[in-house]
């Protein structure tokens, strides 16, 4: 029994150490690495809770009868001190994520947030920290697996997400899963964000996409705008202003997101609907794949990767191809306003990719580009309730109503000088 608790302990402490410390150079521990320190980062309760259970059962048992044990208890109390400080470490992104809005939007912008006048109805329950899995919210109605094209294919349907009360004439906004092109599907991601602001008026529509091998860049971006068609075509149904449409999406999904928003009418993207628009009016990638040219030489295995699986074509032979898939290469000036996640810890995505992206955003577009970086947070650190989801659903909801309300002021604007 000593034995087994030392064994025990050794799996909980390395969870611990994960969050803290990821294997963050690309290769074969980045995976479970990430699996580690992602659950353990933002669910550090929930862990004590299962390392406290397994200390009391295996010291009932007897497994302080001998020295492993006295390690292993000692290894635990180690574990445990690292758990509670994640929750100050956790807060901390209530902080960078205002400061990162307060430096791009301006100082007073909450008061252009406060105008807006979507409120919740009742302010998001704090239980849900005790059920971060529980992704559902009385105040929001879900229509499922809506076609957003033509044909066969069960990749193109969507979810929509609005008020349960109605809505009319409510911004929109566009959420793309992420999964590596090859995975992922639209019930499993962003949930908190769009629960929050369906919640507070907005409409929110999440869409599947055609999936690698299958299918081949650009199917996946060409798919996105498909449903930017149907949105333009039915919003207004579900009570939303198709006007306004801000895009967002994580990993793959942020990569989507910021192609999105830098190839608006791009006829190449839009075979046989080249007249629709395709503009947005905002963009919040997370944790995004923002090159795959890999020009900052920080993981060949990616390049290898989209090569194979992704594109189906090689880079050198056909360079321009993957540029024209990097948003770093697209960066322009009227790109629309940005608002970047990243996690400091992310162990699939480099952060230094992200900052590369902003830094090249910034120099070109005519439009705000807030930055935030998630002190130690993973990557898809926001797919469940935790106290730094909760931060940054904030934050983005804030940019969000920020951008719509200066939206809204410059078309009432230009009205009265019609």
């Not at 290894?75 to 960078?96: D, F, H, K, N, Q």
């Not at 798919?223 to 919003?235: G, P, Q, S, T, Y």
């Not at 130690?376 to 719509?404: I, K, M, N, P």
Request: with cysteine; hydrophobic share 50%.
């Amino acid at each position: 029994m000593p034995w087994a608790f030392l064994a025990v302990t050794l799996i909980g402490a390395w969870f611990t150490f994960n969050a803290y410390l990821p294997h963050l150079r690309q290769g074969p521990m980045s995976v479970p690495s990430f699996f580690a320190g992602w659950l353990t980062s933002e669910l550090p309760g929930h862990h004590f809770a299962w390392q406290l259970a397994a200390t009391f059962f295996f010291v009932s048992a007897g497994a302080l009868a001998a020295w492993p044990g006295w390690l292993g208890l000692g290894i635990t109390l180690a574990s445990w001190a690292g758990l509670l400080a994640m929750v100050p470490l956790a807060r901390r992104s209530e902080a960078v994520v205002e400061a990162a809005l307060a430096q791009s939007l301006g100082r007073a912008y909450r008061e252009r947030v406060a105008a807006s006048g979507r409120t919740r109805v009742a302010p998001a329950p704090r239980g849900r920290l005790l059920l971060p899995l529980w992704l559902r919210d009385r105040a929001v109605h879900v229509v499922r697996d809506i076609r957003y094209a033509p044909g066969a294919s069960r990749r193109h349907l969507l979810d929509v997400y609005a008020p349960k009360h109605g809505a009319s004439g409510a911004p929109v906004l566009l959420q793309i899963h992420g999964g590596g092109w090859v995975i992922g599907d639209k019930r499993q991601q962003a949930l908190p964000l769009m629960l929050d602001l369906a919640a507070r008026g907005w409409v929110c529509v999440a869409i599947n996409y055609r999936l690698s091998p299958k299918a081949t860049f650009p199917d996946h971006l060409v798919d996105a705008k498909l449903a930017m068609r149907w949105i333009r075509e039915h919003a207004a149904e579900y009570g939303g202003d198709a006007s306004f449409l801000a895009v967002t999406g994580g990993s793959a999904g942020g990569h989507l997101t910021a192609l999105v928003a830098l190839t608006p009418n791009d006829p190449r993207y839009q075979p046989g609907f080249e007249e629709v628009d395709t503009r947005v009016q905002a963009a919040v990638p997370f944790y995004g794949v923002y090159d795959f040219t890999d020009r900052q030489k920080l993981d060949a295995g990616m390049i290898r990767f989209l090569e194979r699986v992704v594109m189906k074509r090689r880079i050198a032979d056909e360079r321009d191809a993957f540029e024209r898939a990097s948003p770093m290469s697209l960066v322009r000036p009227d790109a629309p306003p940005f608002f970047a996640v990243h996690g400091s810890h992310d162990s699939l995505v480099p952060v230094a990719t992200a900052r590369l992206f902003v830094e090249l955003l910034r120099k070109v577009s005519q439009q705000p580009v807030a930055y935030a970086e998630i002190p130690f947070a993973q990557h898809a650190f926001e797919l469940f309730h935790s106290l730094r989801t909760r931060h940054v659903v904030d934050a983005v909801g804030r940019f969000l109503d920020f951008v719509y309300e200066e939206w809204r002021a410059e078309r009432q604007g230009v009205a009265r000088a019609g």
